[in-house]
């Protein structure tokens, strides 16, 4: 039987100190994860990785990535622009190929277990792992680390806590985590400038789904050490709802403020869905799906394309 091939989406509340986020890179790496990207933001002082292996692989690298970081991250002293609960605060597995949700929230339990019994973190799951499903990150971060250090606040006691546990909240130091599974989405940041930061709440706002937005948009506005401000996005289904369309949503609100868009930067790796609007937008050729791109085309008649929104038995 083929490989299953899934994801795991670390995000580490570490974006500063390099070392920090290279140790986690290299325990995931020695567990025979492939990394297939890293990066480090000193603004939301937070880390992001794209990991790639079987579900057997992925179970361990998390594992070791989590020990490394819970020796390494204390929260009592980190700041940052991004919510966090958990020195390793978000953990979302994502199936590829020849792999299901099903196999992706399996996983996330059996990882949730381990880490409560051998790393010592408390669990919360969410997305697909929870249950019922859907379990969103925003109820659970709440407040951030400092909410859950002496407690559970609003009846939001973890799923898993470690064996024994004789805290009255979360990890003194390391917090808890969160432990997912999800489909491949799109996380995107846009710079803009001449709005205030409470305009580009408004705008992130209006762009979700609960403001009369974009279905499976979340969006905050920041305003980042450095002066900027900044639209933080995860689109969580970019097949569905396009990117391109969101972008130009953005443009208009910022131009109607008398402001201009800046810099946008993805967070990890391109999901394919997400290029096909704003190339087909863009070159005027109508809707562009997986059956007009050749990569695409070559994996489906692999039998690997599935999550590209492709279907292999056409």
């Known amino acids: 039987m083929p490989h299953r091939l899934m994801e795991a989406v670390p995000n580490l509340s570490e974006g500063r100190d390099l070392a920090v986020v290279e140790?986690?890179?290299?325990?995931?790496?020695?567990?025979g994860a492939e990394v297939l990207d890293w990066s480090a933001d000193a603004d939301h002082n937070r880390s992001v990785l794209t990991l790639l292996g079987t579900p057997d692989i992925l179970q361990v690298a998390a594992v070791a990535l989590a020990?490394?970081?819970?020796?390494?991250?204390?929260?009592?002293?980190?700041r940052g622009v991004h919510p966090r609960i958990g020195a390793l605060d978000v953990l979302p597995f994502v199936p590829l190929v020849n792999a299901s949700m099903a196999d992706a929230r399996a996983l996330a339990r059996r990882v949730g277990e381990e880490l409560a019994r051998d790393v010592g973190l408390p669990v919360f799951y969410y997305a697909q792992a929870s249950t019922p499903p859907?379990?969103?990150l925003a109820e659970l971060r709440r407040g951030g680390f400092e909410a859950l250090a002496e407690g559970w606040p609003d009846g939001r006691r973890p799923d898993v806590l470690p064996p024994g546990w004789a805290h009255p909240g979360a990890h003194p130091s390391a917090g808890?985590?969160?432990?997912?599974?999800?489909?491949?989405?799109?996380a995107w940041n846009v710079l803009v400038s001449g709005v205030s930061l409470e305009d580009a709440r408004g705008i992130a706002r209006a762009l979700r789904a609960s403001g009369g937005g974009f279905a499976g948009v979340r969006a905050l506005a920041f305003r980042l050490?450095?002066?900027a401000v900044q639209i933080s996005m995860n689109i969580e289904n970019p097949a569905a709802t396009d990117p391109f369309a969101v972008y130009r949503a953005i443009e208009a609100a910022v131009a109607g403020l008398?402001?201009?868009?800046?810099a946008t930067e993805v967070i990890g790796l391109i999901p394919d869905a997400?290029?096909?609007?704003?190339?087909?937008?863009r070159l005027r050729m109508g809707p562009v799906g997986w059956k007009n791109v050749l990569?695409?085309?070559v994996l489906a008649r692999l039998g690997a394309a599935e999550w590209l929104g492709g279907d292999s038995s056409k």
């Open 134 to 136: 859907g379990r969103g």
């Open 295 to 297: 990569s695409a085309r």
């Open 176 to 186: 808890a985590v969160c432990v997912g599974a999800r489909d491949v989405l799109l």
């Open 258 to 262: 008398g402001g201009e868009m800046g």
């Open 225 to 227: 050490e450095r002066g």
């Open 23 to 31: 140790a986690a890179v290299e325990a995931a790496l020695e567990a």
């Open 67 to 78: 020990r490394t970081l819970v020796d390494r991250i204390d929260l009592r002293k980190h």
């Open 274 to 281: 997400a290029l096909y609007g704003a190339a087909g937008a």
